[in-house]
């Protein structure tokens, strides 16, 4: 035979992070638990409820953001970091092409250096044209 309904309840609120489930999933569970005890017209003291988790993590990974390492706006002369930086500040900056020929950075890569110098102030002005993209500081 199949499980009764208070069963299903009791697994459903089973599912916390302790027990090594995520945030979400408890939220989600706790949420279908609620709603079958309004459905089925059961009582919510025949059962234990989980506390909600203390911390909740971005619902798209669950996972927490890594520690990553500020990109250093005056770099060592001959580092990569160095000739992207010296490309940029050249009179009409650089290309994607040139930037990537110089690096030997695939294009996401470059894009990721980009946006975090960003995020760290270095100030880099993206633009695009006649499909280029160009980037200066």
């Known amino acids: ?22 945030a979400g999933e408890q939220s989600a569970a706790v949420a279908k638990a609620r709603e ?54 050249r009179a009409g900056g650089a290309t994607t092409a040139e930037l990537l020929e110089l690096t030997g950075w695939v294009p996401h890569t470059l894009r990721g250096f980009v946006s975090h110098a960003n995020k760290d102030g270095a100030r880099i002005v993206t633009g695009r044209g006649d499909g280029v993209t160009r980037y200066a500081m």
């Open 1 to 22: 035979m199949g499980l009764s309904t208070k069963q299903k309840v009791d697994a459903l609120l089973g599912k916390t992070v302790a027990n090594g489930c995520t």
């Open 36 to 89: 079958m005890v309004a459905k089925y017209k059961l009582r919510d003291s025949d059962f234990v409820w989980p506390l909600e988790p203390t911390s909740k993590l971005n619902n798209a990974s669950e996972k927490p953001k890594r520690n990553r390492q500020p990109v250093n706006l005056n770099p060592k002369e001959g580092t990569k970091s160095h000739r992207v930086f010296a490309a940029m500040r």
